[in-house]
């Protein structure tokens, strides 16, 4: 799907999300029944086949994503996920980014070109990390890292919106555009994000799993 298609799409499907979620008594009762009705992420038509991820052969695969360039994930399995569903949240996450923060030099949608989003079947234990308040901990179970400029490690969980891949993506866009990632987050030892930030990637994960079940 081209990228015109695609955001009149979403323009399109957000639009509709709002409708359906306001309360103005305007809407006609024979509208269908609300919190029915859900849009399917779409599929992304390359003009270069996307090559699946296989079954039959050895994991962890490192598969390309559609839409994107150069943009990868490692899967331990076909189940997690659906290159579209993750070339669609990317796609989500860009463009309510850009509305929010803008993007004017492009840097955030370079991140997005070029990333590799790396699936883990496990959370890990690591050392020296922040909580979301800034908060130290020399030891903590963590389900989601950056792992470089354009590599996150994101523990797969039944939807694509309760990982932290919204959480990691907002790392990768600070440290392209603000220049780092901020791994206290809203604590104060490093600059970047903000409260903004916290409820950005909430906003945008109940979108996708309010709009699109993902
Ligand atoms: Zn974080």
Known sequence: MNFKIARKYLTLTLLIALFLSSDAPTIPNTVMRIGVIRAIPPTFITIEQTEDCRQEEPFP???????????????????????????WTMFVFYELWEKEFGDPEKKVKNALDHLEIQWGEERREVHNVY??????????????????????????????SNTSLVHELTH???????????????????????????????????????IYGL
Not at 61 to 87: E, G, I, M, R, W
Not at 131 to 159: C, H, M, R, T
Request: aromatic fraction near 14%; charged fraction near 20%.
């Open 131 to 160: 909580d979301i308040n800034g908060n130290f901990f020399e030891s903590s179970s963590v389900s989601g890292l950056v792992e470089g400029p354009y590599i996150v490690w994101v523990w797969a969980e039944d939807k694509i």
């Open 61 to 87: 695969q490192n598969n390309p994503l559609p839409y994107y360039t150069h943009a990868t994930q490692t899967q331990f399995s076909c189940d997690f996920y659906d290159k579209d569903y993750v070339a």
């Open 172 to 210: 990768i866009a600070l440290m392209h555009v603000c220049g780092s990632a901020d791994p206290d987050h809203e604590g104060d030892k490093f600059a970047c994000w903000s409260e903004e930030h916290s409820s950005f990637i909430n906003d945008v994960n109940l979108k996708l799993s309010t």
